[in-house]
């Protein structure tokens, strides 16, 4: 999708800012609504009484839900955002919630005041009731704008593959009140294409940035993105840009080369300045917060549940050759920075210097009991360690050693891009099958294509996807050894 590769908001897909903060109002307004009710209703029809406690805690949950949303940005413009990414942040922004008034409420020692079927019922129907209003408003404001004269006619100017895209973007836009009238392809001369109606022969000598005047002031189309590039002269952007300055037409620029290299950019500006980011991380602000908590819940619980398999493994290796449990090992962790990384040993060496030769299948260094942790990735389990100490991530592109590093950021191009993030335990790459020995150069390649469409596309959503696909399919296969 778009949003994967053009920074959010660049394409101003928002609506116009006239009537968003009246939506934005009513979007809060209905939230507490459903927070209100969620808990009133359960306890009137238990006829339950309504001790002053009840109202603090609506209080605490409005003020909570309010500027965990904020952070969230759970009230952001609908318009070119998908419904499946809203109702996880509806869902997110409550559980959030919910945690914290526990939380509260532990510490306050006020946990055996409240019913707690009022309280289940407030937990568990709270978000649904929330999603249910944003699919009614969604199915609303989609016969609205496809049945009204608010639906703004867009027309796109510019070639390549970010304006091919930046079109079926816009072809499935419809219920987010944007129509697609034409995409026009940049000339490389003064004359301009075919008249497209008839009656209007007198524009055939047209320069397209002068067609385009036309066609704006003659009511064709409300909003306009240049796609800039190649196929596009500077020069003639700056035309069309000062001719359309006569109308009010919405006009939009669209950098071409951001298309294959930009990760999660964002808009920001420096003393006024407008920035827009080319090589970045997901992990800034909240989404930073939930992968952390995300690592640090599920590395901690996965610790504990593996603590008996560590210590059997940990006495196999000690028992089986001679040399330490744990293999420490020097790697690139996040902004390229070096990193320890634990492993259980499993060969009679512990290679860590400028030379480092690969594991191969039947590879005499193992020990004992070596091939057979590595085949099932059993190795890897101390390095939820490394998680928990903020070096790793359970999600993330597999780090490696320093050597290889070295040996491979020449060879592949955006090599060193995959340490805009944590290292993980299990990614994308791996649960595809590019795991092991890369005994060729293609094997790497595409191991940080993998990787680098994770980065791209990361969501909560996809580190869970990934999780179970790993518990369930494991990391066992033809190249593990």
Avoid at 338 to 366: C, L, S, W, Y
Avoid at 449 to 462: A, G, T
Wanted: glycine share 8%; charged share 20%; hydrophobic share 45%.
């Amino acid at each position: 999708m778009l949003n994967s590769s053009l920074p959010q908001g660049s394409l101003g897909l928002a609506d116009s800012r006239s009537g968003e903060h009246f939506f934005t109002a009513v979007a809060k307004t209905l939230d507490v609504a459903v927070i209100v009710l969620m808990l009133l209703v359960p306890t009137w029809v238990r006829a339950e009484a309504w001790p002053v406690r009840y109202t603090l805690a609506l209080l605490a949950a409005i003020t909570v839900f309010q500027v965990i949303a904020g952070i969230l940005n759970l009230y952001r413009p609908w318009r070119g955002e998908s419904i499946s990414r809203q109702f996880f942040r509806v869902i997110t922004v409550w559980v959030a919630t919910i945690f914290l008034l526990l939380l509260l409420a532990y510490l306050l020692k006020e946990t055996a005041g409240f019913s707690r079927l009022a309280l289940t019922t407030w937990f568990v129907a709270t978000p649904p009731l929330m999603i249910g209003w944003r699919m009614l408003a969604r199915m609303a404001l989609t016969r609205w704008f496809e049945s009204s004269s608010s639906t703004r006619n867009v027309l796109v100017w510019g070639t390549g593959d970010i304006a091919s895209e930046l079109v079926r973007t816009l072809q499935d836009a419809r219920n987010a009140g944007l129509h697609l009238v034409d995409h026009v392809e940049p000339t490389q001369d003064r004359e301009a294409p075919a008249p497209r109606q008839a009656g209007e022969a007198a524009t055939d000598k047209l320069a397209q940035p002068e067609l385009l005047e036309l066609q704006a002031r003659r009511g064709d189309f409300s909003i306009l993105y240049i796609v800039l590039g190649d196929g596009l002269k500077k020069h003639a952007a700056i035309d069309v840009i000062e001719r359309l300055s006569d109308t009010t037409v919405s006009v939009y620029l669209v950098p071409d080369y951001f298309s294959t290299h930009l990760f999660h950019g964002r808009w920001s500006n420096l003393g006024g300045i407008p920035l827009v980011s080319v090589f970045d991380t997901p992990f800034w602000g909240a989404d930073g917060w939930l992968k952390r908590i995300e690592d640090l819940a599920l590395g901690s619980a996965i610790l504990v549940l593996a603590a008996l398999p560590m210590a059997l493994i940990a006495a196999a290796v000690k028992l089986t050759s001679r040399g330490p449990i744990l293999f420490r090992q020097r790697r690139y962790g996040i902004d390229g920075n070096e990193i320890t990384v634990f492993k259980f040993r499993t060969m009679t060496v512990t290679e860590d210097g400028p030379n480092i030769r690969q594991a191969q299948r039947g590879d005499a260094r193992f020990t004992p009991i070596g091939e057979f942790l590595r085949k099932y990735s059993l190795d890897e389990l101390p390095q939820f360690i490394n998680v928990i100490r903020g070096d790793m991530s359970i999600v993330g592109p597999r780090p490696h050693a320093v050597a290889h590093n070295e040996f491979y950021r020449s060879k592949v191009r955006g090599y060193m891009l995959r340490h805009k993030v944590k290292p993980g335990i299990t990614g994308w790459a791996q649960i595809n099958g590019w795991r092991g020995e890369t005994d060729g150069l293609y094997k790497m390649q595409k191991r940080i294509e993998y990787d680098l469409w994770y980065i791209r596309n990361w969501s909560f959503w996809l580190d869970i996807r990934i999780i179970l696909l790993t518990a369930v399919l494991g990391f066992a296969g033809p190249n593990a050894y």
